[in-house]
């Protein structure tokens, strides 16, 4: 984690997700022996307001949010950097949370990163699911004239480039 105090300094505001609570605890350790502040947003927080409070209003730079207690009904628009710890096997759950941040009143730029670990198994999961979100991205924002003019041959070769792309990676 040593982009997050180079992000700090940086003047960043960042919300840093992981779908394990005990990842949290673990970052959390880290952060306090290196002197860095947080918040942390759990299933588990009673008071969710104070911690929200205080990270918009610029007090504590780095928000520590667990994946399900902070996919929906947050809106952190002070942050301009999001971080996905460890990956979620629905791309939706993700952007979720990633919204958070692209939400009515963001003003800035927001840095999205995500953390994949190369030559595993989890790296050929997010390569797939890349290409479902490109399918699903092409399929849903060419609208429906698109649907209804594509032939059954060319749907089937869409899926067989799918399929194909998934087996190279």
């Given at each position: 984690m040593e982009?997050?105090p180079?992000?700090?300094?940086?003047?960043r505001?960042?919300?840093?997700?992981?779908?394990f609570t005990?990842m949290?605890?673990?970052?959390?350790?880290?952060?306090?022996a290196?002197?860095?502040g947080?918040l942390?947003?759990?299933?588990?927080?009673r008071d969710r307001?104070t911690p929200?409070?205080?990270?918009?209003s610029?007090?504590?730079?780095?928000f520590l949010?667990?994946?399900?207690?902070?996919?929906?009904g947050?809106n952190l628009?002070?942050?301009?950097?999001?971080?996905?710890f460890?990956p979620?096997?629905?791309?939706?759950?993700?952007?979720?949370?990633?919204?958070?941040?692209?939400?009515i009143?963001?003003?800035?730029?927001?840095?999205?990163?995500?953390?994949?670990c190369i030559?595993?198994?989890e790296e050929?999961?997010d390569?797939?699911?890349?290409?479902?979100?490109?399918l699903?991205?092409?399929?849903?924002?060419?609208g429906e004239?698109?649907?209804?003019?594509?032939s059954?041959?060319a749907?089937?070769?869409?899926?067989?480039?799918s399929?194909?792309?998934?087996a190279?990676?």
């Amino acid at each position: 984690m040593e982009m997050l105090p180079e992000l700090i300094e940086e003047g960043r505001r960042v919300l840093l997700f992981s779908q394990f609570t005990s990842m949290l605890a673990l970052i959390g350790e880290a952060l306090k022996a290196a002197d860095i502040g947080y918040l942390l947003l759990t299933g588990d927080t009673r008071d969710r307001e104070t911690p929200i409070r205080r990270f918009q209003s610029g007090e504590v730079p780095l928000f520590l949010i667990s994946l399900k207690a902070g996919g929906l009904g947050l809106n952190l628009t002070a942050a301009d950097t999001v971080i996905h710890f460890d990956p979620w096997w629905n791309p939706a759950v993700e952007d979720q949370a990633t919204d958070r941040a692209h939400r009515i009143g963001q003003v800035q730029r927001v840095q999205v990163h995500k953390f994949v670990c190369i030559g595993t198994l989890e790296e050929k999961i997010d390569v797939l699911l890349e290409h479902k979100r490109n399918l699903a991205d092409n399929v849903i924002g060419a609208g429906e004239e698109w649907l209804t003019e594509l032939s059954t041959d060319a749907l089937r070769d869409l899926f067989a480039l799918s399929r194909d792309a998934v087996a190279e990676d």
